[in-house]
Nanobody, 124 residues
Framework: QVKLVESGGDSVQTGGSLRLSCSVS????????MGWFRQVPGKEREGVAN???????RYSDSARGRFTISKDDGENTLYLQMNSLKPEDTAMYYC??????????????????WGQGTQATVSS
């Protein structure tokens, strides 16, 4: 059984940082596209960042320059470092795993397995 468990979400003030983790079991993240998405009530889920089997990453316009996606293949864990947080970053953040080596699009349709989400709240 494939299981993705996010952690690290919290409430922080504007300008603060959070480091989200996604622990994966039942599936090897090495050699697969992995991604982070976020969603707020009333809005569609949006891609934040992804990383492919060569550790090449892609970011949404809002995340670029502030967020960093990374992974530890040995620990089978995906990370999202979020710095300079803004209130508009407030969302439920989801980890996702794909089945291909490359990341073809920062789109939820490219991913097969999903975690339950972890809430990040940024207050002013």
């Amino acid at each position: 059984q494939v299981k993705l468990v996010e952690s690290g979400g919290d409430s922080v003030q504007t300008g603060g940082s959070l480091r989200l983790s996604c622990s994966v079991s039942g599936y090897t993240i090495k050699g697969h596209c992995m991604g982070w998405f976020r969603q707020v009530p009333g809005k569609e889920r949006e891609g934040v960042a992804n990383i492919d089997g060569n550790d090449i990453s892609r970011y949404s316009d809002s995340a670029r320059g502030r967020f960093t996606i990374s992974k530890d293949d040995g620990e089978n864990t995906l990370y999202l470092q979020m710095n300079s947080l803004k209130p508009e970053d407030t969302a439920m953040y989801y980890c996702a795993a794909g089945e291909y080596f490359r990341c073809y699009a920062l789109d939820e349709g490219e991913f097969t397995y999903w975690g339950q989400g972890t809430q990040a709240t940024v207050s002013s």
